[in-house]
C-alpha cells in the first residue's frame, strides 16, 4: 500500500501535441482513485505514465514517496489489469497466476499460498486447472485480477478492465471490484469512460478533459456540486439540463440576484429535481411547460424529453413511475430555486 503524487506532469508528443497539462493530483493510501472522461481527455495516458509504460515530458511521479520517473514499470512494485485480460492462452489459470512470481523467483510455498488466498478471494478455486478458453468473459476477467493480486503490489493500476463484458457481468464485477478493493486495502487508480462505473466505484473521483483536470471529489459531490459547465453536462445521465439565462428570463421573468446577475450566463437543474405542477403559481421555484417530445420508459422511471420554445434541444426530466403522459401533450414543472446551479459560460466555471 502506498500513496501515489503526480506533482507537474506534462506529456507532450511529435509536432507539439500536449496530451498532459502540468497536471497535479495526489492518490491517498488504500484509496480507490478512478479517472474519467471522454475518449482522448488524457485518463489512459496518466494511468500509463503512472505505470511507466508511457514516458513522461515533466514533473514527477512518486509511489510510497520515491520518485520512480526513471525506473522501469517492474521497478515500480504496481500490477495492472487490462480490458483484453492479457492471459496466456496456453496456461492453465494457475500457471498464469504463478508466471509472474516465477520469474521473480518467489519460493514455491510462497507462490502456493498466494495462488490460495488469490483464488479463495476471487472465488477462482475450481477453475486453476482449466485453460482461459474454458472460462466465461467474468471468470477470465477475475484470474486477470488474481494476477495483479498475487503479486502483492503497493498498487493496482486498472485500465477499462470491464468493457469487453455485458451490462449484466459489468454490474457483477463492479460490485466484486470494489468489495475487493476494500477488503485488500490497496492503493487502486480506475480508468473508465463509463461514468456509472465511476460513480459507483470511487472513493474520489476526477473528470479530465483535454489534458486537464475538471474537477476532483467524492462523487455525489460531483453531482451536487459540479464545478464546471463540462462537468455539470458529461456527471449524470440523463445530464444536467442547461439553459441560457436570457432565454430563461424571457420564458419565466425570473430574476437573479445582484450579486450573480453580470456573471450569470447559464442556469442549469438535474433532470430529476422537477416536481410536475398543474400550473397553479409556486413560490421559490422556477416554472417551466413545453411539449413533451419523447418518453423512454427505463424500468421504475420514465425519461421524458420535453421541447420548451426557443431552446436548440429539449430539456430532460425524470419521472418516477409510469406517468399518464403521451407524446405531444404539455408538461409543466417547477424547478425549486435551491435546486437550480448557475454559470459563467465564458470561463466555464460554477458561480455561488
Not at 482522448?40 to 514533473?59: D, N, P, Q, V
Not at 492479457?86 to 514455491?108: F, I, S
Amino acid at each position: 500500500m502506498a500513496s501515489i503524487a503526480l506533482q507537474n506532469i506534462r506529456k507532450t508528443y511529435a509536432g507539439d501535441v500536449t496530451a498532459i497539462h502540468d497536471l497535479n493530483l495526489t492518490i491517498e493510501d488504500s484509496e480507490l482513485l478512478v479517472l474519467v472522461g471522454p475518449s482522448g481527455c488524457g485518463k489512459s495516458t496518466l494511468l500509463r505514465m503512472i505505470a511507466g509504460l508511457e514516458s513522461i515530458s515533466g514533473g514527477t511521479i512518486s509511489i510510497d514517496e520515491v520518485i520512480v520517473n526513471d525506473k522501469e514499470p517492474a521497478e515500480r512494485d504496481i500490477a495492472m489489469v487490462f480490458q483484453n485480460y492479457a492471459l496466456y492462452p496456453h496456461m492453465t489459470v494457475r500457471q498464469n497466476l504463478e508466471y509472474g512470481l516465477k520469474n521473480r523467483g518467489t519460493a514455491r510455498g510462497e507462490i502456493d499460498r498466494r495462488i490460495a488466498n488469490a483464488a479463495q478471494i476471487l472465488e477462482i478455486s475450481a477453475f486453476l486447472d482449466r485453460k482461459p478458453r474454458q472460462l466465461s468473459g467474468g471468470q477470465r476477467q477475475r484470474v486477470a485480477m488474481g494476477r495483479a493480486i498475487v503479486r502483492e503490489p503497493k498498487a493496482f493500476l486498472f485500465d477499462e478492465p470491464l468493457s469487453n463484458l455485458d451490462a449484466k457481468l459489468r454490474g457483477q464485477m463492479r460490485i466484486e471490484i470494489r468489495r475487493l478493493q476494500r477488503a485488500l486495502k490497496t492503493t487502486s487508480v480506475y480508468v473508465t469512460h463509463d461514468q456509472l462505473e465511476a460513480m459507483t466505484l470511487a472513493d474520489r473521483l476526477v473528470v479530465m478533459n483535454g489534458g486537464h483536470i475538471e474537477q476532483v471529489g467524492k462523487p455525489i459531490e460531483l453531482y451536487d456540486r459540479p464545478a464546471t459547465l463540462f462537468v455539470a453536462g458529461f456527471i449524470g445521465s440523463p445530464p444536467m439540463n442547461l439553459m441560457p439565462v436570457t432565454h430563461l428570463a424571457a420564458l419565466t421573468g425570473i430574476n437573479l440576484p445582484a450579486n450573480l446577475s453580470k456573471q450569470v450566463d447559464i442556469i442549469g437543474f438535474r433532470p430529476d429535481q422537477i416536481v410536475t405542477s398543474d400550473g397553479a403559481e409556486t413560490g421559490d421555484a422556477l416554472q417551466l411547460s413545453g411539449i413533451v417530445e419523447l418518453i423512454e420508459q427505463v424500468g421504475g422511471e420514465s425519461h421524458i424529453y420535453v421541447r420548451i420554445g426557443g431552446l436548440d434541444k429539449p430539456l430532460v426530466t425524470v419521472l418516477q413511475g409510469r406517468p399518464s403522459l403521451n407524446e405531444g401533450d404539455t408538461l409543466r414543472f417547477t424547478v425549486p430555486y435551491a435546486n437550480l446551479h448557475y454559470f459563467n459560460q465564458q470561463s466555464g466555471c460554477r458561480i455561488d
